[in-house]
């Protein structure tokens, strides 16, 4: 791992996520020693693997859509979305390119945005975060724009993300009004990673703070080729997930490292390479979801891989080739304490007690957003209810 920092100096910076520090990690008590290790291994199952019933359920709150299906859909797809502290969510429709609203009740509030490439519309946008006040931020046109609305749908101003030299930037968290987390393509082409960068957003925005995360270990992937991984922001801490095996990195704002969690699953799958007619490329088979918070005393992490991948260089050609089987995929839900000691594995078999398949979103109030299992475009709000065993 190597860290850069751009433009304004780190000690700024590192005051504010000590403040972040201070409001979120107080909440519950932590075994500050176990905390401290460099490294914590987690074996395959949890320490409550062996009771008879799951100890934690998915309680379905609140739909957004549609209550049965209609004639017309009211979402014509689920994208990225977010909420803010009334409940009320926003999320990208990718297929519509338009930005829809809905109250913490499910009802509809608003729809704006139409494709193009102007002021207020959107093509191929990644995510969208509240800035908690009255803001949204936007990542557009493949993480090359953040666009700024308010929280009526209005838009505001639009800045370049590819003027400042990143490119396919995706939005993770806001720190506070006016500054952001994002991931961005490594800008070393000779790297295969992840770049996490922090900037502050005003009229201009300004790069505070870079971390440029390695994850090739040895694999030669395509020059010019990133990583997809998944990264949150827990206590403070900056927690990015492996794209190709189960672990953790968490990171401070400066890019110190602070520990690595794994649990011993070798089950994922790392990303295929391409070599066909002198193209390369990559292409992604496993997800691991950066861990999210369950209430005060849990964090919930949810997984998928491949089931059928052998040679997933091999099986990357074969889908450029149309000679590829479908993908058989397994998933799981796993539970861990405040110290990052796994609880549960959930294997998801189709128990439709599990309720999402996935996670679009946590608002850390311990509600997961993510899609129902119906039979066309809906979302869903979840509690998690977790049930220590006796």
């Known amino acids: 791992m190597k860290m850069k920092r751009c433009y304004s100096p780190i000690t700024r910076l590192a005051l504010i996520w000590f403040s972040l520090i201070f409001v979120i990690g107080c909440s519950a008590d932590k075994d500050v020693s176990l905390l401290d290790e460099a490294l914590i291994e987690n074996p395959y199952d949890g320490m409550w693997q062996d009771i008879a019933e799951p100890p934690f359920q ?21 994208g990225q979305l977010t909420s803010d502290r009334e409940g009320n969510i926003y999320m990208l429709e990718g297929r519509a390119n338009q930005l829809v609203s809905f109250d913490s009740a499910g009802k509809f509030r608003w729809r704006v945005g139409r494709e193009g490439e102007g002021p207020g519309e959107f093509m191929n946008a990644w995510g969208v975060v509240w800035n908690g006040e009255d803001q949204l931020f936007i990542s557009n046109q493949r993480g090359a724009r953040l666009e700024v609305f308010d929280t009526l749908g209005r838009f505001i101003r639009s800045h370049s993300i590819s003027e400042l030299g990143y ?9 506070d009004p006016g500054r952001l987390v994002m991931t961005a393509a490594n800008q070393d082409i000779d790297v295969f990673g992840i770049s996490v960068i922090v900037i502050a957003v005003g009229d201009n925005i300004l790069v505070e703070s870079q971390i440029d995360i390695d994850q090739a270990e040895g694999v030669e992937f395509p020059e010019g080729s990133s990583s997809n991984s998944h990264v949150s922001v827990l206590n403070g801490e900056i927690v990015v997930a ?7 990195d968490f990171y401070g704002a400066a890019g ?10 070798e089950d994922l799958v790392r990303p295929g390479i391409m070599d066909m007619n002198g193209m ?5 088979f496993s997800n691991l979801y950066a861990p999210v918070r369950v209430g005060k005393e849990y964090y919930l992490v949810y997984a998928s891989w491949p089931t059928n991948i052998d040679d997933p260089d091999d099986f990357t050609n074969k ?3 149309r000679e590829a089987p479908d993908i058989e995929t397994a998933r ?5 304490d405040q110290n990052w000691r ?3 594995s959930w294997p998801d078999d189709g128990d439709v007690r599990k309720g999402p398949r996935g996670i679009l979103h946590s608002d850390g109030s311990g509600f997961l957003y993510s899609s129902t299992r119906a039979g066309f475009p809906q979302l869903g709000r979840y509690r998690v209810e977790v049930n220590p065993p006796r």
């Open 332 to 336: 799981t839900y796993d539970l861990y």
């Open 167 to 175: 490119r396919n930037a995706r939005f993770v968290v806001v720190l």
């Open 342 to 344: 796994l609880l549960y």
């Open 58 to 78: 998915f309680v379905l709150e609140q739909t957004f859509g549609v209550e049965e299906e209609p004639a017309e859909e009211i979402l014509a797809s689920l």
């Open 242 to 248: 492996h794209p190709s095996k189960y672990q953790f």
């Open 319 to 321: 889908i450029i080739s």
């Open 256 to 265: 110190d490292s602070i520990r690595t969690v794994t649990r011993a699953m």
């Open 280 to 284: 390369r490329g990559v292409r992604f």
